[in-house]
């Protein structure tokens, strides 16, 4: 099956510093979507981006599909930024489920 | 707030047992997903339904089932629980059954002793 693999897996940070986070995928997608799941354990939808690229405020996200990868951007980071962030993908051949990588953990102290 | 509404938000039982979890997907959104977060498996797919059939299945186990019913709603049904079984559940839901962006509930975090 396809793979998700997201990197760095830790990341700690001074707020108001930039970060960016790469998820790279093993196969040909039809979804890909960022998430942050928040301490509470919400999962809360950043950006659905199978191809392209988004901007929400503070971050964007980009996603080059012919070569299978797609990076979060977040500039300034806030101490709320915390979190781990997950990439998952859709495979174009078998559809329908999000396949997660295993996340990146971000730290933002004060 | 994404709109899917998933209810208990906490239950805790016994090894055993069988519990049902429930979601309401946004409005207008014919497919539902489940999902089941482990600390040893990470977030991974269970099974998917579209307008009242399965669509997809994905990793459940045969002591879990699923439905959804004529309103849209789905119901997660988990039985003979095991200590394994303690995780947090989400429902998603999508326009449609592929290609389209899932939105996921606040979760059902099941605590088994």
């Known amino acids: 099956g396809i793979q998700v693999e997201q990197s760095p897996p830790d990341l700690i940070l001074q707020e108001g510093a930039n970060s960016t986070l790469r998820c790279n995928f093993s196969?040909?997608?039809?979804?890909l979507q960022w998430f942050h799941q928040n301490p509470w354990g919400q999962l809360i939808n950043l950006f659905y981006i199978p191809s392209g690229t988004k901007q929400n405020g503070r971050l964007s996200a980009t996603t080059v599909a012919t070569e299978r990868y797609s990076l979060l951007y977040i500039s300034s980071s806030q101490t709320t930024d915390s979190g781990v962030y997950f990439c998952a993908v859709a495979p174009n051949q078998a559809g329908t489920a999000l396949i997660f990588g295993k996340g990146t953990t971000l730290s933002v102290s004060s | 707030d994404s709109g899917v509404t998933q209810t208990p938000k906490h239950l805790i039982t016994a090894t055993g047992q069988r519990v049902t979890l429930r979601c309401s997907p946004r409005?207008?959104?014919?497919?539902v997903y489940w999902y089941q977060q482990s600390l040893d498996q990470g977030l991974q797919f269970l099974i998917q339904?579209?307008?009242?059939?399965?669509?997809a299945k994905g990793n459940i186990l045969e002591r879990f089932s699923a439905q959804q019913f004529p309103d849209l709603h789905s119901e997660l049904n988990l039985s003979s629980l095991e200590l394994g079984d303690s995780a947090l559940y989400f429902c998603?839901?999508?326009?449609?059954?592929?290609?389209?962006?899932?939105?996921f509930g606040p979760g059902t975090r099941l605590t088994v002793t």
């Open positions: 998603a839901s999508s326009v449609a059954p592929t290609g389209y962006e899932q939105y």
């Open positions: 409005s207008g959104d014919l497919s």
């Open positions: 196969d040909s997608v039809n979804n």
């Open positions: 339904y579209y307008n009242g059939e399965e669509r």
